[in-house]
């Protein structure tokens, strides 16, 4: 629904994935989203910032949650870049799903861990979206990556599984 700049040029070496409305799409048919959101490495941060200085943007922030934001113009969505020093990132970043146009995106277990870690109302909608059509396999997988980063959210991500259930069907 909405263009992408091409972050590949704009970031060079950087490594980056997809994740919010936009990375949906690797997955279940995107929904709409008034911003692009991106995640690096919390030390590649003084280097994205430098880059999207040079490719013309305004650089706004920080963000709350660590980061900044990019813009190009008025007309342009803004790109949220968010920064982490996750102990999974590493994996996170080295094992991307690609969208349809080739945008490497967060692996769907840790975006439904940043989903649960967010916990607003869009992002578990988005995690029951997710979870729709997965497997046994896979839903194991992803409570044990959410387990080792938060075992607190277990729960939540059970809860979420069965009421994506309930919608989708098991």
């Known amino acids: 629904m909405m263009p992408i700049p091409d972050l590949t040029t704009i970031l060079g070496a ?13 997955y279940v048919p995107e929904r709409m989203t008034l911003d692009v959101d991106i995640l690096i490495h919390a030390d590649d941060e003084p280097a994205a910032h430098a880059a999207f200085s040079v490719a013309g943007y305004h650089i706004t922030g920080p963000l709350s949650i660590g980061g900044f934001t990019a813009h190009a113009s008025a007309a342009t969505a803004p790109i949220d870049v968010i920064t982490s020093s996750a102990p999974w990132l590493e994996e996170a970043l080295t094992t991307p799903t690609y969208d349809v146009v080739g945008f490497p995106v967060m692996p769907r277990p840790y975006l439904l861990l940043l ?15 997710l979870l729709r ?16 980063a938060d ?6 991500f059970e809860a979420l599984c069965t009421l994506a259930d309930l919608e989708y069907g098991s």
């Not at 490594?15 to 990375?23: D, S």
């Not at 059509?133 to 080792?148: P, Q, Y």
């Not at 075992?151 to 939540?156: G, N, S, W, Y």
């Open 14 to 26: 950087i490594r980056w994935v997809l994740i919010g409305g936009i990375a949906l799409r690797a």
């Open 151 to 156: 075992l607190d959210l277990v729960e939540d």
């Open 115 to 129: 989903k649960l870690q967010a916990g607003r109302s869009q992002d578990l909608a988005d995690i029951q979206r």
């Open 133 to 148: 059509g997965t497997s046994v396999e896979e839903r194991s997988h992803m409570r044990t990556i959410i387990a080792n």
